[in-house]
């Protein structure tokens, strides 16, 4: 199959803020966007991606060296439907502006809530997910009416290159604008009115100071460890299938993918024969263009050195394929670790690759301690039938999101917003709360013809301890 980047013209770096300013002018030309010209915009981002999904599944396959296609097609071309579909349905709903009660010293007047575009919008995408996790944000941007500069990873070319193509061909540069190979450096530069960052807590970290030059507020979707909790009630063949199927997907380069499992002790034996039998159909072979390779050769090189760490420091290292890692295809084997420790760098950093370390517990609780004694994570997953255990394990942690008897599913429900807390993050976007969170919720207040309020003027009085004491014993 041809590459797709050969047909494509290479494209210099922009200036990002001739294309700044560009979308600020353009925003204060047209503030207010109505739901036809927001509905017209995602019509025409579906049809973007409907029509060049092929094209769109290949050039990600190419940055991958291989992307399995059918991945691609299901966790970002369908993803990036769906939520422009749920956002067209209910976008008019969203707009209407808020009534909201009003002061009983104030009965006559009106209060209101009108959400508003905040402008020029900022999304800095990682290349993990890049289609889904720029279209993502864009969908949330548009429905509320702004404009939207998107910085690809350096690690996207193939994509980037394409993506910035096709949207010159359905967008105006002053709507939407994809900046190929330009550096964040360039890119963070310029006082956005909104900036959206998925990656590393590190570098969110960078990217928040300096948005905070400029006071722009941000939204970070960033990661971290996601623990999976296995209750004794929980049938640990499914619960088998499902983590695993999760974790390998994208050979476990998901933010939200299963990082760490807590499974109880006399469950360990049976996982493990489950585990074997599951991968080994999944993956006949790392050749399999099913099961996709790791971005580069610097991240082969990190998950390489993880396992070595962990083989050196005692722990038990169990590939659940009879090969080894294929340097040439930038593959890693689905592996299991047993009896890591805290000083193992699988336990310290997220692993972001198809390694699962496990570990046992004798009760729940010491479970749920191990997990809230470390960085709040993006995702928790929870495997039990008792509706009792699920609740207890939801109130006493804290995760970004939540997702029971299966593992990441909740990132792909157009009706729930995403984001996380603490280390793995802040603010979120999807769904109702996407749209607001790139809405500058604007409070109205209008005075009636007559104002109550006019009785509590100067000079002060008997008739002000009145009415005063009247609307402390009011009650609503």
Same mark, same amino acid.
């Given at each position: ?25 353009? /925003? ?36 991958? $060296? #291989? ?25 008019? $709903?969203? +707009? ?35 289609? =889904? =996790? ?14 939207? +500069? ?64 400029? =006071? ?13 909790? %296995? ?105 299991? %670790? ?12 997220? &692993? /972001? ?31 039990? #039938? ?11 942690? +804290?995760?970004?999101?939540?997702? &029971? ?20 993050? +802040? ?50």
């Amino acid at each position: 199959m041809e590459k797709v980047v050969e047909h494509i013209k290479p494209v210099s770096v922009g200036k990002v803020e001739s294309v700044f300013k560009l979308q600020k002018e353009a /925003f204060h030309n047209n503030p207010y966007p109505d739901l036809r010209q927001r509905l017209e915009s995602l019509h025409k981002l579906e049809q973007l991606i409907l029509e060049n999904q092929e094209s769109i599944a290949q050039a990600i396959s190419e940055d991958f $060296g #291989n992307r399995a296609i059918q991945e691609t097609k299901i966790a970002e071309i369908y993803g990036c439907i769906e939520e422009i579909r749920h956002a067209c349905k209910r976008l008019k $709903g969203w +707009m209407k502006p808020q009534k909201r009660h009003i002061s009983l010293l104030l009965r006559g007047a009106k209060n209101r809530v009108l959400p508003q575009p905040k402008g020029v919008i900022a999304i800095i995408v990682p290349w993990n997910y890049p289609l =889904l =996790l720029s279209v993502g944000p864009l969908v949330s941007a548009l429905s509320a009416g702004n404009r939207c +500069m998107i910085k690809m990873a350096a690690s996207s070319r193939s994509l980037s290159t394409l993506l910035h193509y096709l949207f010159r061909q359905y967008f105006p540069e002053d709507l939407v604008s994809i900046l190929p190979e330009v550096t964040a450096v360039e890119f963070t530069a310029q006082p956005y009115d909104h900036l959206l960052f998925t990656g590393s807590s590190r570098v969110g970290q960078v990217v928040m100071r300096r948005a905070a030059d400029h =006071l722009t507020p941000v939204t970070l979707e960033l990661g971290g460890k996601s623990p999976v909790i %296995v209750c004794e009630d929980f049938d640990i063949n499914i619960a088998a299938k499902r983590i695993l199927s999760s974790k390998f997907f994208n050979a476990g380069q998901t933010c939200v993918a299963p990082d760490y499992l807590l499974i109880p002790e006399d469950r360990l034996v049976s996982f493990w024969e489950s585990a074997k039998r599951l991968v080994s159909k999944w993956y006949p072979s790392l050749h399999s263009k099913d099961y996709t390779s790791i971005i580069n050769e610097e991240a082969f090189n990190r998950l390489e050195a993880y396992l070595q760490d962990a083989r050196e420091k005692g722990a038990k290292v169990q590939p659940l394929l009879e090969v080894k890692n294929n340097r040439r295809l930038q593959k890693i084997v689905p592996t299991l %670790v047993f009896n890591p420790t805290e000083d193992m760098n699988l336990l310290r950093e997220e &692993i /972001f690759g198809p390694i699962l370390p496990v570990l046992t517990y004798k009760k729940l609780s010491d479970a749920m301690g191990y997990i809230n004694h470390r960085d709040r994570p993006l995702a928790l997953y929870i495997f039990s #039938n008792s509706e009792d255990l699920q609740d207890n394990i939801v109130k006493n942690t +804290m995760s970004g999101g939540v997702c &029971i008897n299966d593992c990441a599913m909740h990132v792909s429900q157009a009706d729930l917003p995403f984001g996380g807390i603490g280390a793995s993050g +802040m603010g979120q976007y999807h769904a109702y709360e996407g749209f607001l969170e790139f809405s500058k919720l604007r409070p109205i207040f209008k005075q009636a013809k007559k104002s109550a309020a006019g009785a509590l003027q100067p000079p002060y009085g008997q008739r002000f301890d009145k009415i005063f004491r009247f609307l402390l014993r009011f009650k609503l």
